[in-house]
């Protein structure tokens, strides 16, 4: 039985669990106007733009923060609410850039979109408003706060999701700002490049960092050899700017896109994966046997590792040595193609597709450079892409269908699954248990290793003693867990974190997403899996001629990497 009985513009809803009137409003098919209401972060009701009028009061209440009462009547779109929202709208534009056609944020802007529903075409006001400097310096992320609106989300996603608290208010009045640190860029910082803050930012005051133009410089440049690589999060999120719906594995169409976009070579991370899983489970039998610098902790996730170096250098001997997927390939691309370069005369330019922002920082890192020449030479995220498919006039829907290149365009199910919160922790099980039947990965499968509670803990038997797992997703959560080991509170054998919630498949890099959304890219990941031709890393067929070839007695040279305090 409901709770309770609301009249939403005179229609009758019940409503039971919904925590405010915004939620109620929904169910009745109304949409509150909003730009601070975001459901994966706390309520903050700073932008008032959800007023709604309560009509036994005559009140107007914020409906993002005002819980439904029995009996209540309100209406949402009153002549005293609508002339109330386009004044607050007209103030937010007085004191916001608006050269709009050469934002990044352009038509995928909350407020251009609220000023386009609301009919702004003349703001009566004179922009007062101190400009500052756009801040370059981070190499995930761009700050440009003359068009930051005050919501807040940013900072609400720094602390409550990352727990970083990297950006914050500062300031009184109308010198109220975001800044970071005091007033100083990004980069001096201990910013992760999660990007998250770009992932909720409702306007274009935070922005991915945009590397198109270097892209096409090189695709372009006919003495370079451009060879791309495509991480598994980004096949299952792509297709949502073309009205595909999330979850939908569209890698054929993105290589088809690709090629008609100038690239030599596309290969899929997935193949980068199986190498990571192959070294780390080495890795890690070798340190349950020894018990020296456990848990081991993984390493795919260069927000995380950025963490542990700055937040927690006690756990750096825990991260395993084993470099990521993207960082595997790279080094075997590279090494591959030394040779061929000379041969030919053309450089091999390596881009990276991936979901996530750090990757940009990642690649960047100076322990990932060969004679000076980075592995990766330059990252672009699933955003970016987009652009530059669109940007190529490409109808993404109606493109035909082409299988990455060989041999490093194959890949096993459980490297797949690497884009999701658990997925690297069940790939280097698959690869440590003896027992390679069905029966083990539908074990493995429901073991717990997959689910969406911040931080969950498993235990798996491997070779005769119980594993015990934990994993975890947002740094916040991450930073709980490392005080539980500290502490001695709990005591594990393996720990995954990915930065990101969800895991890569909710990476900033990709497009905005809910909670919802990114569920059902996972889901899209773990189909891919079930009809994998083979589920498990080792048994990739291609890594096995190359360990035969020698990749074994150079595989610590070129495949690990040792992270120091």
């Not at 009996?71 to 004191?95: D, Q």
């Not at 892209?215 to 690589?229: G, N, T």
């Not at 001997?317 to 030919?344: C, G, H, I, W």
């Not at 970016?384 to 490409?394: D, L, P």
Request: proline share 4%.
């Amino acid at each position: 039985m409901a709770k309770g009985i609301m009249y939403v513009d005179n229609i009758r809803v019940e409503f039971d669990d919904e925590p405010t009137i915004m939620d109620v409003c929904r169910k009745a098919g109304v949409e509150m106007p909003n730009f601070c209401f975001h459901s994966d972060l706390s309520v903050y009701g700073a932008c008032r733009m959800c007023m709604v009028e309560d009509l036994d009061t005559g009140k107007i209440d914020a409906a993002c923060t005002t819980k439904p009462k029995n009996g209540m009547r309100i209406r949402t779109n009153t002549s005293r609410l609508l002339k109330y929202r386009r004044m607050t709208l007209e103030l937010m534009l007085a004191s916001h850039c608006r050269d709009c056609t050469a934002c990044e944020k352009n038509r995928s802007c909350r407020l251009q979109e609220m000023a386009v529903r609301f009919g702004i075409h003349h703001v009566h006001f004179k922009d007062t408003r101190e400009h500052v400097p756009m801040d370059f310096s981070s190499p995930a992320v761009t700050f440009d706060l003359n068009k930051c609106i005050l919501c807040g989300d940013c900072v609400r996603v720094c602390k409550e999701v990352q727990g970083m608290s990297i950006l914050h208010f500062a300031g009184r009045g109308p010198g109220l700002h975001i800044e970071a640190g005091d007033d100083q860029p990004i980069s001096t910082t201990h910013c992760v490049s999660c990007g998250q803050c770009a992932a909720v930012c409702t306007t274009g005051a935070i922005t991915v960092k945009n590397d198109i133009g270097a892209a096409w410089r090189a695709l372009h440049d006919p003495q370079k050899r451009v060879v791309i690589q495509i991480a598994p999060a980004v096949r299952v999120a792509i297709g949502e700017a073309y009205g595909l719906p999330a979850g939908e594995n569209v890698l054929d169409k993105l290589v088809t896109a690709l090629k008609i976009m100038g690239a030599d070579e596309i290969y899929d991370t997935i193949f980068g994966a199986d190498l990571t899983v192959r070294e780390e489970s080495k890795e890690f039998l070798r340190r349950l046997e020894t018990g020296e610098n456990l848990p081991l902790m993984t390493s795919c996730c260069p927000s995380w590792v950025r963490y542990v170096e700055q937040e927690r250098p006690q756990f750096i001997k825990n991260l395993s040595s084993a470099l990521s997927p993207m960082q595997m390939f790279a080094t075997v691309l590279k090494d591959k193609y030394r040779e061929k370069d000379a041969a030919d005369g053309r450089t091999t330019f390596h881009i990276a597709i991936m979901p996530c922002t750090a990757k940009k920082m990642e690649a960047g890192r100076e322990e990932f450079r060969r004679d000076g020449v980075p592995n990766v030479d330059l990252v672009l995220t699933t955003q970016e892409v987009i652009k530059m498919i669109k940007e190529s006039g490409i109808r993404f829907q109606m493109l035909e269908k082409e299988s990455p290149d060989l041999p490093f365009g194959m890949g096993s199910g459980a490297a797949e699954i690497f884009g999701t919160s658990g997925g690297v922790a069940e790939a280097v099980l698959r690869c440590c248990l003896p027992d390679k039947s069905k029966n083990v990965l539908r074990m493995l499968e429901h073991s717990g290793l997959r689910g969406t509670e911040a931080v969950r803990f498993v235990t798996i038997p491997v070779n005769g003693r119980d594993v015990r797992v934990a994993l975890a997703h947002g740094l916040a959560n991450a930073a709980k867990l490392l005080d539980q080991i500290e502490n001695g509170e709990v005591e594990v054998d393996l720990v995954e974190v990915m930065s990101c919630r969800t895991g890569c498949v909710g990476g900033a890099g990709q497009p905005y997403a809910l909670m919802s959304t990114k569920l059902k890219r996972a889901h899209g990941l773990y189909e891919i899996d079930r009809s994998a031709m083979f589920k498990r890393s080792e048994r990739n067929p291609v890594l096995d001629a190359m360990y035969a070839a020698g990749l074994n007695e150079r595989a610590h040279e070129l495949l690990h990497h040792e992270y120091k305090d």
